[in-house]
């Protein structure tokens, strides 16, 4: 069994600033969205054929995140390599190299961890893997608006600060669950007793989400998710948006990117 509690961790939260986008803002009702069933309640892109038709292929490589606390630029390195996936254009799919060559650059070769928004200005404004973020939006806590951020952005780039218990914490499986224990944190445990830690996650449920931690599949529970989150962020990929139509009408597209391209830097 893996020992979780020697893997690095390193997302530095991002504060709230005036400047940030929320992602309520252009879906309007979301609970509408839903229940006219444009929005799938429960999306899983690692189910979802892509423009060939086939499944995506298992993402199972860690990006640099089992030796530096480069797990901010990973998350976003998993979540380009899906719509990668998905738009048929594997070769924009980075490599672990181009992920820690892009961490050690924007550190000074500090393993320090990295502040989540920070990456995603640079991922805006310069691009990141061939690649660039057409806008970046805060998502709320909603379960309805979780479901369309993951639905509209290919999944949802998450901070969150862990407990000591999720080094050990599995279900009857013994696959690696995220959750809140039955009466709450041993003595001495709390939300980011561990670390923070940033996870893209893929498939999103009213009970549990699935992301990819260290090359690996995580569990999160609902209860767990809104305890432990710090941050959740939808990033629209230019790639993304160029290459797949699935995204549901009512979201304002424009209105976003207006927006974006006005917020003060």
């Excluded at 086939?54 to 030796?67: E, H, R």
Aim: hydrophobic share 40%.
């Amino acid at each position: 069994m893996t020992d979780f509690s020697k893997l690095p961790l390193g997302a530095i939260p991002s504060p709230p600033k005036a400047k940030d986008l929320l992602l309520s803002k252009y879906v309007g009702d979301a609970g509408r969205l839903i229940e006219a069933a444009r929005v799938p309640v429960a999306s899983n892109w690692q189910d979802m054929p892509t423009v060939t038709g086939a499944l995506p292929t298992p993402d199972t490589d860690p990006l640099g995140n089992i030796a530096k606390k480069d797990c901010v630029f990973a998350a976003a390195g998993h979540l380009t390599r899906m719509v990668a996936q998905q738009v048929g254009r594997p070769e924009l799919a980075p490599t672990a190299d181009q992920v820690l060559e892009e961490y050690d650059r924007r550190t000074g070769g500090v393993d320090q961890g990295y502040v989540i928004r920070d990456m995603l200005d640079i991922w805006r404004t310069e691009g990141l893997w061939g690649t660039r973020l057409e806008a970046f939006a805060r998502v709320g806590d909603s379960r309805d608006e979780l479901a369309i951020a993951s639905w509209l952005g290919c999944g949802v780039i998450g901070g969150y600060a862990l407990p000591l218990h999720s080094q050990t914490s599995v279900d009857a499986t013994g696959r690696q669950l995220w959750h809140v224990p039955a009466g709450g944190w041993p003595e001495g445990d709390y939300p980011g007793a561990w670390g923070n830690h940033a996870v893209w996650s893929y498939s999103e449920s009213p009970q549990i989400k699935t992301g990819n931690s260290w090359g690996g599949p995580v569990w999160l529970t609902d209860e767990w998710g809104r305890v432990c989150c710090f941050e959740r962020w939808f990033c629209l990929v230019d790639l993304w948006r160029l290459g797949n139509v699935r995204a549901p009408n009512g979201f304002a597209w424009e209105d976003l990117l207006s927006d974006a391209r006005e917020r003060v830097a």
